[in-house]
């Protein structure tokens, strides 16, 4: 991958629906451009050309990947110029954001053949349909995931020491943040560093993390705390005006998975399944919450059950995952639909006026 280019999504298919996480990434943005036009027809080819010239301007490039289908990409953020390039055509846009004022739309409508996808209006219509409808499917199979996965913690809740955890905290939040302070106001932009995607779970823990010289890896169970524990720290680091880039669970949208501090240089993330990492350098740190606040001999009592909540928890995910590569395969389909609609020099007209802002 591109150095010094950041990999993440601000869209998730999660337990909760479709979640967007967009608006936090656009503050400090001065320049936004917003290709907008037939719905889902920006991926084919808008964004990829954007996303060309970044990777050739030497600037670093934030890519806003798909959790839909994670090799193209719902937009490109260039904080250096303070710019923002966002696919709008998407519906799902549409739908989670106001309308900027402020920000330059390029009309995509032009570089498609209308004669040709009005013959295909109906074909479009009934690809749009199943595609949410795959999705909702997909979503309804997640909640009761989740509600597997409520019973997976419950076991580990009812053999956790709370206090012990309770004292886990502060002692993380000095270890981390230490003396710093910063006199300003922080500024808090919320991600997901993985997805659901028709493939499974992928994440870009390994981008995100990369050039981060001290990662603390946190290891437990389900319902041990790590997300409580994140959250605390993010409010002790709120009120020393530290920056904090925060990423929600792909899975379930109101759990935090990983806070990266920027201006020290540090993060701390959950590295457990489905995004399971082990030490790797020197400097890496493994904080476990089962080790230190859970009944020793937990996971051999329950054994059996955990072994069952495990099997219908993946299970029912993996029924989730295949909604997913339903929609996806019904999506491919109505790419091809735009694609041949498609013209190619119009395609690169436009784009050229995003890549004459990069140029300058």
Sequence with gaps: MQKDAKHYFVYGNTAQGFISKLATNLQGIDNMVLFQGWPEAG?????????????????????????????????????????????????????????????????????????????????????????????????????????????????????????????????VIDMILGENRLPKPTVIK???????????????????????????????????????????????????????????????SKSLDMIIWPELDKCLFDSTAPHLYQPSRPSDEVIDMYEVCVKPGTDEKYEKELADINRRYKATVQSGTEFLAKAKNRLDELLDIYNAAADPGEIRRLCAEVINRLRK
């Excluded at 490109?76 to 998407?90: F, Q, R, S, W, Y």
């Design 43 to 171: 991926k084919a080819g808008f964004m990829s050309l954007i996303a060309e010239e970044c990777r050739n301007s030497g600037l670093k490039t934030e890519y806003l990947h798909c959790p839909s289908s994670p090799d193209a990409l719902d937009g490109v953020i260039v904080p250096d110029l303070k710019l923002a390039v966002i696919d709008g055509t998407g519906l799902h846009y549409r739908r989670l954001v106001a309308p900027d004022p402020a920000a330059k739309y390029i009309n995509t409508d032009p570089a498609f053949d209308a004669e040709k996808l009005r013959q295909a209006m109906d074909l479009i219509a009934e690809f749009d349909q199943s595609i949410g409808d795959f999705h909702e499917n997909a979503f309804r199979r997640f909640r009761s995931a989740l509600d597997v996965h409520d019973e997976w913690e419950k076991i580990y809740i009812e053999n956790m020491d709370f206090s012990k955890a309770d004292a886990l905290a502060p002692a």
């Design 190 to 252: 919320e991600r997901f560093f993985g997805a659901s995607t028709p493939a499974g779970a992928t994440d870009f823990i390994e981008s995100l993390t990369g050039n981060i010289s001290k990662r603390y890896l946190l290891k437990g169970r389900p319902g041990t705390g790590k997300s409580t524990l994140l959250r605390k720290i993010l409010a002790a680091s709120a009120e020393r005006g530290l920056d904090a880039e925060v990423y929600f669970c792909a899975f379930d």
